[in-house]
């Protein structure tokens, strides 16, 4: 018996391995669960031998590639903070300090902000394949429920990343999206409860802080375990299934596919990093910076239309999403061959592009 | 029994125990504003009469002087203000009625035409709502001050307003900025003579001054009386300095074709060349600072070189290409030094732009290598 597998046996003896490598292993890994009663080895091999499509190919990869950025957003966030002071009169000094003296801080700072930006597109293109190729009909509802939450808690997680380094563009933006949230009726209240009325000082700073590095990750964190225990549960949606496994050339599409998303964010980072402006005042008005393009279409109807209406628009806006699955009962077909539901999700979807451009002069 | 006996007497004696105000009610809530209020000076210390008696003939009777005029303000405000015992404690200074009398305000008063229009110490200060100078609501307040002028000198308060001192005054509240009674006086109001000018001014801009006296242009000026400072920057509607004055003031005097043009047009495009490399660096230094780059040294140099240029600029004054040039050339080295550190940082920045092709190599050799290895594990 070689020494790798007396640790493997004496560790076995001790801890429910399997259960242990299933957890990890649930997050895009392993297709199939890991029984807890067979030999760990043996349940590795029969969990590689599963027939099922490649996790890593088209469009799959569009999860894995969520979670990967998540992954990389955990990563430089800790690094972060390490050196970020959370406080109303340190957070800009120690902002400015990260990116500017500290060893590789420009880097994890703008990559950590690129991965934001990629992570919102990344959810927000998956949620429109997932209405495409009609995804969410039974036993798949799931998926686009739990794609919408993470896609909600996503956004959550990045406009309270927006005022921690407390520069020019981060104070303007905190009121912006504070008056897009606040008059809505759910998300409101609990802005109002959270945040009160926005004061600059250490609590509002600490109130972001707490939510953006532990809440609302851990709970985007628990959404993904969910939603990768639901794809174990009914299969991965349709598709040409092949008949053999894909392990384990599945592992190294997975090693390309992080490479090659860590190429790209490392690209945009150094190329177009986030500008610090000066710090922020709060009796000044910064009108030239905009809020994150998801907001755009809200900023332009509350501006537009009275308080009410808008609230309304806002609410359904978040709670309709999550009956789709019961609204929209055609046929499991990619949507090109429906033109009526066609003609009605891309005319929408044009008039949400249309608002937010119209959004950027408001 | 001493003690109650003060006490009956201090509150006979204090202001809110005059009667007068029982007839003359609207003027209680002006007087409680005032500095006489606090300091205890009661109705019958100006108008004379008695006022701690409810009988109207007592009240009205021995020295009453009822609403005094013009002339009689002047001895009534007089009495105390100009007796030294009574404004030492206070440091209030007691000259105001001399200084007053010399003043042109004070010679119309004594010559007595028109003696209506012309201002005394209640048209200022006001009657019974006397204030500190220095509370904010005194129309002798600095603040306020080219408002109350400006009640009798309407044009000029006008032109004011859109003077640079105004702007620096009231807009920035930048006290050291001057108002009326800064160049002409206050008590002692004059409008001063076209040789006084300078002086006016250089209270101030005392280097511009001093490069002015010893310029070429303070003997002619004085000679052909033209009005100093005022010839090319105006009076009370002093804008900022710009380099457009330089085309604008010059042609008053010369025409075209001569040598003076030709100096003057020189010399403003030397400072045009230097608040351009102030700008570009300036431009720069903010650039790099958005990234963030350390920029504390840059910007401290930069401003540091541009408040002494600014300070230096009175140099302009000597209309010599040579001497403007001397003093201002190490600022505009300055501001060069900073632009091209500014930009080698930007440079130095730009740098890092080399990781991304590395990085992609590396990547596409990895991927290779995967492909490579994962090509073996199938033939396996």
């Given at each position: 018996?070689?020494?790798?597998?007396?640790?493997?046996?004496?560790?076995?003896?001790?801890?429910?391995?399997?259960?242990?490598?299933?957890f990890i292993t649930s997050f895009g890994i392993?297709?199939?669960?890991?029984?807890?009663?067979?030999?760990?080895?043996?349940?590795?091999?029969?969990?590689?031998?599963?027939?099922?499509?490649?996790y890593a190919?088209?469009?799959y990869m569009l999860g894995i590639i969520t979670f990967l950025l998540f992954l990389i957003q955990v990563v430089t966030g800790v690094l972060l903070l390490?050196?970020?002071?959370?406080?109303?009169?340190?957070?800009?000094?120690?902002?400015?300090?990260?990116?500017?003296?500290?060893?590789?801080?420009?880097?994890i700072?703008?990559i950590h902000h690129w991965t934001a930006i990629l992570l919102i597109c990344v959810v927000l293109f998956r949620l429109?394949?997932?209405?495409?190729?009609?995804?969410?009909?039974?036993?798949?509802?799931?998926?686009?429920?739990l794609g919408f939450l993470i896609f909600i808690f996503v956004i959550l997680e990045y406009i309270t990343g927006?005022?921690?380094?407390?520069?020019?563009?981060?104070?303007?933006?905190?009121?912006?999206?504070?008056?897009?949230?606040?008059?809505?009726?759910?998300?409101?209240?609990?802005?109002?409860?959270?945040?009160?009325?926005?004061?600059?000082?250490?609590?509002?700073?600490?109130?972001?802080?707490?939510l953006h590095v532990f809440v609302f990750p851990l709970v985007v964190f628990f959404l993904f375990y969910i939603h990768f225990l639901?794809v174990?549960?009914?299969?991965?949606?349709?598709?040409?299934?092949?008949?053999?496994?894909?392990?384990?050339?599945?592992?190294?599409?997975i090693?390309?596919t992080i490479?090659i998303t860590f190429?790209v964010v490392f690209?945009?980072a150094?190329?177009?990093?986030?500008?610090?402006?000066?710090?922020?005042?709060?009796?000044?008005?910064?009108?030239?910076?905009?809020?994150?393009?998801?907001?755009?279409?809200?900023?332009?109807?509350?501006?537009?239309?009275?308080?009410?209406?808008?609230?309304?628009?806002?609410?359904?806006?978040?709670?309709?999403?999550?009956?789709?699955?019961?609204?929209?009962?055609?046929?499991?077909?990619?949507?090109?061959?429906?033109?009526?539901?066609?003609?009605?999700?891309?005319?929408?979807?044009?008039?949400?592009?249309?608002?937010?451009?119209?959004?950027?002069?408001? | 029994?001493?003690?109650?006996?003060?006490?009956?007497?201090?509150?006979?004696?204090?202001?809110?125990?005059?009667?007068?105000?029982?007839?003359?009610?609207?003027?209680?809530?002006?007087?409680?504003?005032?500095?006489?209020?606090?300091?205890?000076?009661?109705?019958?210390?100006?108008?004379?009469?008695?006022?701690?008696?409810?009988?109207?003939?007592?009240?009205?009777?021995?020295?009453?002087?009822?609403?005094?005029?013009?002339?009689?303000?002047?001895?009534?405000?007089?009495?105390?203000?100009?007796?030294?015992?009574?404004?030492?404690?206070?440091?209030?200074?007691?000259?105001?009625?001399?200084?007053?009398?010399?003043?042109?305000?004070?010679?119309?008063?004594?010559?007595?035409?028109?003696?209506?229009?012309?201002?005394?110490?209640?048209?200022?200060?006001?009657?019974?709502?006397?204030?500190?100078?220095?509370?904010?609501?005194?129309?002798?307040?600095?603040?306020?001050?080219?408002?109350?002028?400006?009640?009798?000198?309407?044009?000029?308060?006008?032109?004011?307003?859109?003077?640079?001192?105004?702007?620096?005054?009231?807009?920035?509240?930048?006290?050291?900025?001057?108002?009326?009674?800064?160049?002409?006086?206050?008590?002692?109001?004059?409008?001063?003579?076209?040789?006084?000018?300078?002086?006016?001014?250089?209270?101030?801009?005392?280097?511009?001054?001093?490069?002015?006296?010893?310029?070429?242009?303070?003997?002619?000026?004085?000679?052909?009386?033209?009005?100093?400072?005022?010839?090319?920057?105006?009076?009370?509607?002093?804008?900022?300095?710009?380099?457009?004055?330089?085309?604008?003031?010059?042609?008053?005097?010369?025409?075209?074709?001569?040598?003076?043009?030709?100096?003057?047009?020189?010399?403003?495009?030397?400072?045009?060349?230097?608040?351009?490399?102030?700008?570009?660096?300036?431009?720069?230094?903010?650039?790099?600072?958005?990234?963030?780059?350390?920029?504390?040294?840059?910007?401290?140099?930069?401003?540091?070189?541009?408040?002494?240029?600014?300070?230096?600029?009175?140099?302009?004054?000597?209309?010599?290409?040579?001497?403007?040039?001397?003093?201002?050339?190490?600022?505009?080295?300055?501001?060069?030094?900073?632009?091209?550190?500014?930009?080698?940082?930007?440079?130095?920045?730009?740098?890092?732009?080399?990781?991304?092709?590395?990085?992609?190599?590396?990547?596409?050799?990895?991927?290779?290598?995967?492909?490579?290895?994962?090509?073996?594990?199938?033939?396996?």
């Amino acid at each position: 018996m070689s020494l790798w597998n007396k640790i493997i046996d004496w560790l076995e003896r001790r801890i429910s391995l399997n259960e242990f490598i299933s957890f990890i292993t649930s997050f895009g890994i392993f297709y199939t669960h890991i029984p807890p009663d067979k030999p760990v080895k043996e349940a590795i091999k029969d969990a590689m031998e599963t027939i099922s499509p490649s996790y890593a190919r088209w469009p799959y990869m569009l999860g894995i590639i969520t979670f990967l950025l998540f992954l990389i957003q955990v990563v430089t966030g800790v690094l972060l903070l390490f050196f970020y002071v959370p406080s109303i009169d340190k957070a800009y000094e120690s902002t400015v300090t990260i990116i500017r003296d500290r060893p590789f801080g420009f880097f994890i700072f703008n990559i950590h902000h690129w991965t934001a930006i990629l992570l919102i597109c990344v959810v927000l293109f998956r949620l429109g394949r997932f209405i495409y190729d009609k995804v969410f009909s039974p036993p798949r509802e799931i998926f686009w429920i739990l794609g919408f939450l993470i896609f909600i808690f996503v956004i959550l997680e990045y406009i309270t990343g927006i005022p921690l380094p407390m520069d020019a563009q981060a104070g303007w933006l905190s009121y912006r999206i504070f008056e897009i949230f606040n008059p809505a009726p759910f998300l409101g209240v609990l802005n109002r409860v959270l945040f009160g009325a926005i004061k600059f000082g250490d609590v509002f700073i600490l109130r972001n802080y707490i939510l953006h590095v532990f809440v609302f990750p851990l709970v985007v964190f628990f959404l993904f375990y969910i939603h990768f225990l639901s794809v174990r549960k009914v299969g991965l949606s349709y598709g040409k299934m092949s008949l053999k496994s894909p392990f384990p050339g599945y592992f190294f599409e997975i090693l390309i596919t992080i490479f090659i998303t860590f190429g790209v964010v490392f690209t945009l980072a150094t190329l177009f990093p986030r500008a610090i402006f000066q710090e922020f005042v709060p009796y000044k008005n910064y009108t030239q910076f905009k809020v994150p393009f998801f907001l755009l279409f809200f900023d332009f109807l509350r501006d537009k239309l009275p308080l009410t209406l808008y609230s309304i628009i806002f609410t359904l806006f978040i709670i309709l999403p999550f009956f789709l699955p019961w609204i929209d009962r055609s046929a499991p077909v990619p949507l090109i061959k429906k033109p009526v539901a066609f003609i009605l999700y891309f005319g929408g979807l044009l008039i949400i592009i249309v608002i937010s451009v119209m959004g950027l002069r408001v | 029994m001493m003690d109650l006996f003060f006490t009956i007497f201090l509150i006979t004696v204090s202001p809110d125990s005059t009667k007068c105000f029982l007839c003359h009610s609207e003027i209680r809530a002006q007087y409680k504003n005032s500095v006489h209020y606090s300091e205890e000076i009661i109705c019958s210390d100006c108008h004379g009469g008695n006022s701690f008696t409810t009988d109207m003939k007592k009240a009205h009777g021995g020295n009453f002087i009822g609403i005094p005029g013009k002339r009689k303000i002047l001895k009534v405000c007089s009495n105390c203000h100009s007796s030294a015992d009574k404004m030492a404690p206070y440091g209030v200074p007691f000259n105001q009625e001399a200084l007053y009398l010399m003043s042109a305000h004070g010679k119309l008063l004594l010559k007595g035409k028109n003696i209506q229009n012309i201002p005394v110490c209640s048209d200022c200060h006001d009657y019974h709502d006397v204030r500190k100078v220095s509370d904010k609501y005194s129309p002798a307040n600095k603040m306020n001050i080219h408002k109350t002028c400006g009640v009798c000198h309407e044009s000029e308060e006008k032109k004011y307003k859109n003077s640079i001192h105004y702007y620096y005054l009231i807009q920035k509240g930048d006290l050291s900025s001057p108002t009326c009674i800064d160049c002409h006086g206050s008590h002692g109001a004059y409008p001063p003579g076209y040789k006084d000018i300078d002086k006016i001014c250089g209270k101030c801009h005392q280097l511009v001054r001093k490069y002015f006296i010893s310029g070429i242009h303070y003997k002619p000026f004085i000679e052909t009386g033209l009005k100093e400072c005022e010839a090319c920057h105006g009076n009370h509607e002093v804008k900022e300095k710009s380099l457009e004055l330089w085309d604008r003031t010059c042609t008053g005097c010369h025409s075209e074709k001569e040598e003076a043009i030709r100096v003057s047009q020189e010399i403003k495009i030397f400072l045009k060349e230097t608040y351009e490399s102030y700008e570009e660096a300036n431009e720069w230094v903010k650039k790099i600072e958005k990234i963030p780059l350390e920029v504390v040294d840059l910007k401290n140099r930069l401003e540091d070189a541009r408040i002494d240029m600014e300070a230096n600029l009175g140099i302009t004054h000597l209309f010599s290409v040579e001497e403007v040039k001397k003093e201002i050339e190490k600022y505009k080295g300055v501001f060069d030094d900073v632009k091209h550190e500014a930009v080698y940082k930007f440079k130095l920045f730009q740098t890092r732009y080399l990781l991304i092709p590395i990085l992609w190599f590396m990547i596409f050799v990895t991927i290779f290598l995967i492909i490579e290895v994962r090509r073996g594990v199938k033939k396996e």
